[in-house]
């Protein structure tokens, strides 16, 4: 079969305009970039507040292997499948970052015939967004330090500064940096670092705010640095909300594309979700909910860690109802979760399967958790065999959910027709009852014990005394009240990455808490998680050049 990348170059994609005539979108609204993407304008987005939303349907996962599970694709094929069987249906996806497309993945548009096109275009460049999220963000940084070096009239404590500086591309030397080196005419050496430009509170902010004006405010109360009587200094303080919301003002309009079977999609945003929120813009979200009646998102690796910040921050913080849930498994992840090494996938284990399924089990109750129904999506690889298959439906059969064979990645919509009648039953049935895991009054620990006892299964959650001392502060000083953001590996429901499965009784060490007063979430850093990942031995970069005729090899 023809690779990824051939797929989608062979694809016939229609004008943008076409997509958007679809959706009743008039070609004025759409701000074209190129014939095949446009973003959707904010005068058009804000007439659209008195339409009835559609139904939300979440795409998650188990925990992630080296073997795959396939969510974004899922997500494609479940978005083409409900268009195939006569549903009006689009899905919402986040922007790839370059960092894992130049490091693990080469590429997160989905795949094989369940793809959103111009696949090169989203997965590099695209419409510039990250771009301005990173020039945002680092113009706070000039600022910042700008202000110290011409007289610091605001009384920065130099050594409070917690705003770092952040890049879209995976690189562990810049982690801890000392900046303002080489004279006076440099300004005041001092610590810094860098994350990746997901990891950004501006990433989150963007993610979270429904228009212009809530973006601004939410730029504007950005701490970034703290006096020497604690005294919290804001992005406002420094008169640079204005100017971030003006490098930002494009990227906050939802980029649209479509898939390979020409269905509409929007593709915005992209909080990574093992160190931020994981999931895609609330703009686009609401925006596809008042365009047609069904909207297919999905949220960063399993549902430990994007499933839950969807639920507990971005629905709850948006005031979104998910009707449905898909939970994307693969025979070959949960073979590994049993016990098989990456080698030995494609033999025929049965046993292995069986033991697997618990970690899958484990994500069905933390979803049956928020009250919203769910359907387990087998996504189908050559390798699997019936017996296989049918150990997973008997096992999920128990717990009273149904596992369906999906094909999508080899038969497009024809692929996930089954899998689309039986999740648009469950978003037609009425029956999801969703609430948040956790009540917005509870202490921040409390918060963080609820999420770790809860849905990891830990036993306790291990904290030095000077992170609970500045949980406390925060709550004296009106922050109690925000959700947390759980930063942890997304292999395990522990801290352990190694530990696969579904282990119990472990602890959950948080070594670090970080205030995003802005996007309205605490930020629990958990184990050896980090906010700047590094590459690996052998990168996805050494692999992706132009051939003699000009075209990309090695996205994938």
């Avoid at 490091?103 to 510039?128: S, Y």
């Avoid at 292995?352 to 089990?361: D, E, H, I, M």
């Avoid at 709550?475 to 282990?503: H, I, W």
Wanted: some cysteine; overall charge negative.
């Amino acid at each position: 079969m023809a690779s990824d990348i051939e797929i989608a170059r062979a694809a016939r994609m229609k004008p943008i305009s076409e997509i958007g005539a679809r959706l009743d979108i008039p070609e004025g609204a759409l701000l074209p970039y190129g014939r095949t993407k446009a973003k959707i304008s904010a005068d058009f987005i804000a007439r659209l507040n008195g339409r009835k939303d559609g139904k939300l349907i979440l795409v998650t996962a188990i925990n992630p292997t080296p073997a795959g599970e396939g969510k974004t694709t899922t997500t494609v094929g479940l978005g083409d499948g409900l268009n195939r069987i006569g549903r009006n249906a689009m899905i919402c996806l986040r922007e790839p970052s370059l960092g894992p497309c130049f490091g693990m993945k080469g590429g997160a548009a989905g795949g094989g015939h369940a793809q959103v096109v111009p696949m090169e275009d989203i997965n590099l460049h695209f419409t510039g967004d990250f771009h301005a999220i990173t020039s945002a963000h680092n113009l706070l940084a000039a600022l910042i330090e700008n202000h110290i070096y011409w007289g610091n009239d605001l009384g920065i404590d130099q050594r409070r500064v917690t705003w770092r500086r952040v890049l879209d591309m995976n690189d562990r030397a810049l982690r801890s940096i000392v900046c303002s080196l080489g004279g006076v005419a440099n300004g005041f050496p001092r610590e810094a670092g860098f994350d990746i430009t997901v990891a950004s509170e501006i990433m989150a902010i963007l993610c979270l705010a429904d228009s212009l004006e809530d973006l601004q405010q939410r730029l504007g109360n950005i701490i970034v640095a703290y006096r020497r009587d604690h005294s919290a200094i804001t992005a406002r303080d420094l008169e640079a909300d204005g100017a971030m919301t003006v490098l930002l003002k494009e990227a906050m309009q939802p980029n649209l594309v479509q898939t390979l079977e020409n269905n509409p999609a929007f593709v915005h945003g992209g909080p990574f979700a093992n160190i931020a929120h994981g999931c895609n813009s609330v703009i686009a979200t609401k925006t596809a909910l008042k365009l047609t009646d069904y909207v297919v998102t999905e949220a960063g690796f399993g549902a430990d860690l994007g499933a839950e910040k969807f639920f507990d921050i971005k629905c709850r913080k948006a005031g979104l109802h998910p009707d449905a849930v898909v939970i994307v498994a693969t025979i070959r992840a949960l073979k590994m979760n049993g016990g098989v090494a990456k080698d030995d996938l494609g033999t025929e284990n049965v046993d292995a399967v069986t033991k697997g399924c618990a970690n899958l089990g484990r994500h069905i109750e933390n979803v049956k958790q928020f009250g919203v129904p769910a359907v387990v999506a087998i996504n189908h690889f050559t390798s699997d065999t019936e017996a296989e298959v049918r150990a997973v439906q008997a096992y999920c059969a128990e717990l009273g959910v149904d596992a369906i064979l999906a094909t999508h990645w080899a038969d497009g919509s024809k692929g996930t027709e089954t899998l689309a009648i039986r999740v648009a039953e469950l978003a037609d049935s009425g029956v999801s009852q969703f609430a948040p895991l956790y009540e917005d009054g509870l202490p921040l620990f409390e918060k963080i014990e609820t999420v770790a006892k809860r849905i990891y299964r830990a036993n306790e959650v291990l904290a030095d005394k000077s992170v609970r001392d500045q949980l406390r502060r925060w709550e004296a000083d009106g922050f109690g009240n925000l959700p947390v953001c759980m930063a942890k590996t997304q292999y395990s429901f522990s801290t352990d990455p190694n530990l696969r499965g579904a282990p119990t009784g472990h602890s959950v060490p948080v070594r670090e808490v970080r205030l995003s007063a802005g996007a309205g979430f605490v930020v629990a850093i958990c184990g050896e998680i980090m906010t700047m990942p590094g590459l690996p031995r052998v990168p996805s970069a050494n692999h992706i050049r132009l051939d003699e005729s000009g075209q990309i090899e090695g996205l994938f």
